[in-house]
């Protein structure tokens, strides 16, 4: 047991420090430095200015001792200080952390209970209506773009019809106490958390759906029918757990994914997220903090690895023993 | 308060160089001013931090003109106003300026606002603002009282005045900033405390900035407004959209004609191009001079011909941009109207290219053209029409996108160009944002608009050098002008059109900031119709 979790362990430090390095060295590639877009900024610059910049970040040292000061900070748990905002990079994301959070969390939790539940409801009758509508849907969801998508419920729900928010995460005008808060922040994030969740929730009614269908046809459930289970019994008990394995697996491996959805998404809706955080970044050439970023989501999809292990165990016993 | 819309209206129908007094002439119905309320800014722009005297661009300088205080102020006109400053004079060789303070100023944390502190601002300005030519003449700064403000210059320096004023050299606490850290990275440059009618209560980085009223702001009676939140927003499609949906009161700096036309034509917003005099932005087409190619004149004269400026006005930019045809915009009191335009003649380009050993019977002529990556109509459009336009005069040009800014910056810098469309801004005076662009000490290879053509004319740089030490305004005007004859002449880079950056506001906004320096200048005056 413990020497399974040390390895573990050590897997997520070398990938972490992995990719540090390969970012570190990749971000490099791009033309282009922190001190020409500071200039480009302050609409021109001159020589002075230029050198102090990359002075003030250590730019003017060699690559491979920006590298190892780098690394050696990270170790200490410090990211640095970011050259665009001129903050400490943990303090910018972890600014940034919550709302993407909430977003991901929001939108996979929406996507797993409404997907799964599209699913069995199709895997019911498979050739009724119910399940062509939901293929047919899922099909959409699944292969229209999560921008594409986000601008469409833009302009429906920003221009033609205008029941919520379009941009931003709260709305800085309103005043008022946590309640009013919490509500304007839901109110901002149905439409961002229901651009990202589409896809997912597309996928996963199509994975329960075949799914429920395998599992359906297994000896155990004709065992279970012909015990005198009700059908409801049978479906929600027998079939659906065995039947949610493969879609939480999936799940839990596209936790990446989703959070490279986010970036997309969070762009469109100026969601104050990682990912609007990670593009700007980028196009500021902020090597500091599109490494923090990067080095927070690696985090955050080790953990989510981690996770889906252990739920996969509680709905399955047999994993947990096996090994 | 229908006057100041059928105004801007009128102005932008006629296109008349008329509405001076919109800023102005508004104390006549003072009476009128109602007081409180938040204006809700749209913005494309994403400021580092707040601090003005060490960050220059757009993107400080509309927060930072609320934030602190100026010495001197301007309006619709180039003519200085008193701000912090009551009263200036200059001695009788123009190399000593004395300005007298506003008494009974204070900061944002209750300090007063003294001499010391207005010195010590300006010479963090003059030893770290990226544009050093506005304080460069500056030998010594005094202080001989509290009130008193001395400036002495090597040599007269008329561009002063200008550079005395919003966006350009913010007044800053001393007691609160000279704490022996860097300036350029102080982290109270994130929520500093300000001299100006607005305070900074709150700066998320790509989000919001919350401005409120400043209550001891030694105008008496000023701001008018309760609070400005200026909101950050991805796109000037999303921006467009929050105001239509009421989110947001105001937008300035728009420069997409297609949604300004969209706007204009929905009737519920006004829409004026006036208060962008002093950023005088110029899109133009840049010419590496050292290319084989180009460095010849009949090459770069027969390019110009080739282009037609109306079309890009007109057709690309739905009428809503001005010719370009020297360096500052009309708008400058720099302006000369006699240089040569390069009026669209195709023959004639043809001509020249054939004089130059290209076209017909010669070799065909290739270049590459480059442009600002993420400014569509005013630099990718304009960069394929010139494509297109040149192919008419038998010139292959092949359009090369850059992925983002840096890279494009990158290349121009290093000379990695035949040509380029480009953006530049002349900031008021000529002295700060024309000189950079054409004196031979300007080839600055790295450095993103220095004079990265590589144009390099003595007559230029003494004509450009004089102008700028010249008191005497009838006379400055006369060296400016022969200097842009000299300039256009030359065609290292070829003018096209202004950018057409707009304002549109919703009816309730009164009093909109348009002097020459636009949202970049103090908006105590703005007040918001109930």
Redesign the interface.
């Known amino acids: 047991m413990y020497q399974r979790i040390t390895k573990q362990l050590l897997y997520a430090v070398s990938l972490i420090l992995a990719v540090l390095v390969l970012n570190f060295l990749l971000i490099q590639l791009a033309p282009g430095d922190p001190a020409e877009v500071i200039a480009g900024e302050m609409g021109g610059a001159n020589a002075e200015v230029m050198a102090a910049i990359r002075a003030q970040y250590g730019l003017d040292k060699p690559l491979l001792t920006q590298l190892g000061l780098y690394l050696g900070h990270a170790l200490q748990g410090d990211l640095g200080t970011s050259y665009f905002y001129n903050r400490p990079v943990v303090e910018l994301i972890l600014s940034r952390l919550g709302p993407t959070l909430l977003l991901v969390a929001t939108a996979l939790g929406f996507a797993l209970i409404v997907g799964t539940r599209l699913g069995m409801l199709a895997s019911r009758n498979p050739r009724g209506i119910a399940s062509a509508l939901v293929t047919v849907l899922s099909l959409i969801g699944y292969s229209a773009p999560v921008f594409w998508t986000g601008l469409m419920l833009v302009i429906l729900f920003g221009a033609t019809i205008p029941l919520f928010p379009i941009a931003g995460m709260i709305d800085v005008v309103k005043q008022g106490g946590p309640l009013v808060r919490a509500l304007d922040i839901a109110h901002h994030l149905v439409l961002p958390a229901l651009t990202l969740g589409l896809v997912y929730l597309a996928q996963y009614s199509r994975l329960t759906r075949a799914s429920m269908l395998e599992v359906l046809g297994a000896d155990y459930i004709r065992t279970a029918r012909a015990k005198g289970v009700s059908e409801r019994q049978v479906f929600n008990r027998h079939a659906f757990r065995n039947a949610l394995l493969p879609v939480v697996t999936v799940a839990g491996m596209q936790f990446g994914a989703i959070i490279s959805g986010a970036v997309l998404v969070e762009t469109v809706f100026s969601w104050p997220g990682l990912g609007t955080l990670a593009f700007q970044s980028i196009l500021a050439r902020d090597y500091p903090t599109v490494l923090g970023i990067l080095f927070f989501s690696t985090l955050i999809v080790i953990i989510a690895n981690l996770l889906t292990d252990f739920v996969s165990r509680l709905l399955d016993p047999r994993l947990a023993g096996g090994r | 308060m229908t006057l100041s819309f059928a105004f801007s209206r009128r102005f932008l129908l006629t296109g008349a160089v008329a509405l001076t007094a919109v800023g102005t002439a508004l104390p006549i119905f003072a009476q009128d001013v109602q007081k409180g309320g938040?204006l809700?800014m749209a913005s494309l722009q994403?400021p580092?931090?707040l601090n003005a005297a060490v960050?220059?661009?757009?993107?400080t300088a509309v927060p930072a003109a609320q934030i602190f205080a100026t010495l001197l102020r301007y309006g619709a006109d180039f003519e200085p106003q008193p701000y912090l400053a009551e009263s200036w004079e200059f001695s009788d060789d123009n190399t000593v300026l004395t300005l007298k303070l506003h008494s009974g100023a204070t900061f944002h944390d209750g300090q007063p606002i003294t001499a010391t502190d207005v010195i010590w601002s300006l010479d963090v300005a003059k030893q770290?603002h990226?544009?050093?030519s506005m304080l460069e003449p500056v030998e010594a700064f005094g202080a001989p009282d509290p009130q008193t403000v001395v400036i002495r210059m090597k040599q007269p320096h008329p561009a002063i005045l200008l550079v005395l004023s919003s966006a350009l050299t913010p007044v800053l606490p001393k007691h609160v900033f000279d704490d022996g850290q860097?300036i350029?990275?102080n982290?109270k440059?994130?929520l500093p405390i300000g001299s100006g009618p607005f305070k900074v209560t709150a700066f998320?980085?790509?989000?919001?900035i919350?401005l409120e009223r400043y209550d001891g702001f030694f105008l008496e009676g000023k701001p008018y407004l309760d609070r400005i939140?200026i909101?950050?927003?991805?796109d000037a499609n999303?921006g467009v959209?929050?105001l239509?949906?009421g989110?947001a009161q105001i937008f300035p700096l728009l420069d997409s004609t297609r949604l300004i036309r969209r706007l204009e034509k929905s009737g519920t917003m006004t829409v004026t191009d006036q208060g962008y005099a002093g950023i005088g932005p110029v899109n133009w087409l840049a010419f590496n001079t050292k290319n084989s190619a180009l460095s010849d004149l009949r090459v770069r004269q027969a390019m110009a011909y080739a282009i037609d400026r109306n079309f890009v006005t007109k057709a690309l930019h739905s009428g809503l941009s001005k010719p370009a045809i020297e360096p500052v915009v009309q708008d400058s009191i720099f302006f000369a109207p006699d240089v040569e335009s390069y009026d669209f003649d195709l023959d004639k380009a043809k001509a020249l290219l054939a004089e130059a050993g290209y076209g017909e019977g010669g070799n065909t002529l290739q270049l590459r053209i480059d442009y600002i990556p993420d400014i569509e109509e005013q630099q990718r459009a304009v960069a394929e029409y010139i494509k297109a336009a040149l192919a008419k005069a038998g010139v292959e040009v092949t359009v090369r996108a850059s992925p983002?800014?840096?890279?494009?910056?990158?290349?121009i810098?290093s000379y990695d160009f035949d040509m380029t469309m480009d953006q530049?801004?002349n900031?008021g005076d000529p002295v700060i944002g024309v000189n950079?662009t054409y004196l031979c000490s300007n080839i600055?290879e790295?450095?993103?608009?220095?004079n990265t053509q590589q144009y390099c004319n003595e007559t230029v740089d003494r004509l450009l050098n004089q102008a700028g030490v010249e008191p005497d305004l009838a006379k400055r005007k006369d060296l400016y002008a022969q200097a842009f004859r000299q300039i256009t002449a030359d065609i290292p880079i070829h003018f096209i059109n202004q950018v057409p950056y707009h304002t549109v506001y919703s009816q309730a906004v009164q009093n909109p900031p348009v002097s020459i320096w636009g949202a970049m200048g103090p908006m105590d005056e703005v007040w918001l119709k109930q």
Do not use: C, M
């Open positions: 938040t809700v994403k580092r931090h960050q220059s661009g757009l993107a770290n990226p544009f050093s860097d350029k990275s982290p440059n994130n998320e980085p790509g989000q919001h919350i939140i909101r950050q927003y991805q999303s959209l929050a239509e949906s989110e983002d800014f840096p890279t494009w910056a990158q290349r810098s530049v801004f900031w950079r600055r790295g450095i993103i608009w220095s």
